[in-house]
């Protein structure tokens, strides 16, 4: 699932080392690329999270719907990722953004993929160094892919979800701010549970199992089937791998909340929800 710095150096210098993809991304930022030109590990390869990693825009499907099939193969081709090398994703925002890719070349039947802990501040922080420009590309790959190798949910399997959780920020959830979805507030029977409390130190690197365990139980892990949204279906991907080192499986919604809200017919809650005991 991760990977650390110590142990990506190390692979790096091994026959057959992983393909490594920079997935560097945030909401309202759009020079992903350029920070990748800046500074990267060497050797990555830069994946777009808006045209390699989603699809295109269609009504009701939310900002970042999954990308087809063929769509995602045809990146991880270019990538050069194969079904016998690994591959390796980060970004430099404590996986919230790399996660993505985890998830989607996951369920596209991509055996190993792992996050960097800590993405690119943890490979500085290990006293490695970094490249600048254009990585020179791999050779091609014929990968071929297949989809649903995770499990995905739709709009009513989500609402009807024993446990829902919410992974955006807690004023997002409650509906105090809503910076950019049509609606505020939450699906209705959603917990709380930001992606960023996953997280912890100066380096934001995952929690330690046993204390992401102890989160997710807390959540109603373990009670039944876990489904999980955010805003577009990007960070929900962090939660599902925070979820799946503390030894949990979850689904993810991929329409998520701007796909939830912009239907005007579903309903909607504000404020905080207790979780039931």
């Known amino acids: 699932m991760l990977i650390t710095a110590a142990q990506l150096h190390r ?29 990267h590990l060497p050797g990555a390869l ?4 808006e045209t390699d990693l989603a699809g295109p825009h269609e009504p009701g499907a939310g900002r970042h719907p999954l990308p087809s099939v063929a769509r995602l193969q045809t990146a991880a081709r270019r990538w050069g990722i194969t079904r016998k090398r690994g591959v390796v994703v980060y970004d430099n925002s404590g996986g919230l953004a790399a996660a993505r890719a985890w998830w989607l070349l996951r369920w596209a ?13 943890a490979w500085l922080a290990a006293g490695h160094g970094v490249a600048t420009g254009q990585a020179q590309p791999q050779p091609p790959s014929d990968i071929v892919l297949t989809g649903g190798h995770l499990p995905t949910v ?35 029977g959603a917990r709380s549970a930001p992606t960023t409390a996953n997280l912890t130190g100066e380096i934001p690197l995952f929690r330690p ?19 999980v949204y955010c ?20 689904a993810l919604y991929p329409g998520s909340w701007s796909a939830w809200s912009s239907d005007p017919d579903r309903p909607i809650a504000t404020g905080s929800e207790e979780i039931p005991r």
């Open 11 to 39: 692979r790096l210098a091994e026959p057959g080392p992983p393909v490594l993809l920079d997935v560097r991304w945030a909401l309202g930022d759009p020079d992903g690329e350029q920070h990748y030109r800046d500074a």
């Open 46 to 49: 830069y994946a777009d999270l």
């Open 109 to 121: 039947g991509v055996p190993d993929v792992r996050i960097l802990d800590g993405g690119l501040a």
């Open 154 to 188: 739709t709009a009513e399997e989500a609402a009807a979800s024993p446990v829902l959780l919410d992974a955006r920020a807690g004023e997002r959830y409650r509906g105090e701010v809503e910076p950019i979805d049509p609606r505020a507030g939450h699906i209705p």
């Open 209 to 227: 199992t046993a204390e992401l365990r102890e989160r997710f139980q807390a959540l109603g892990a373990g009670t039944g089937d876990v489904a």
């Open 231 to 250: 805003g577009s279906g990007v960070t929900a991907a962090h939660e599902i791998a925070a979820l799946a080192v503390a030894g949990f499986d979850a």
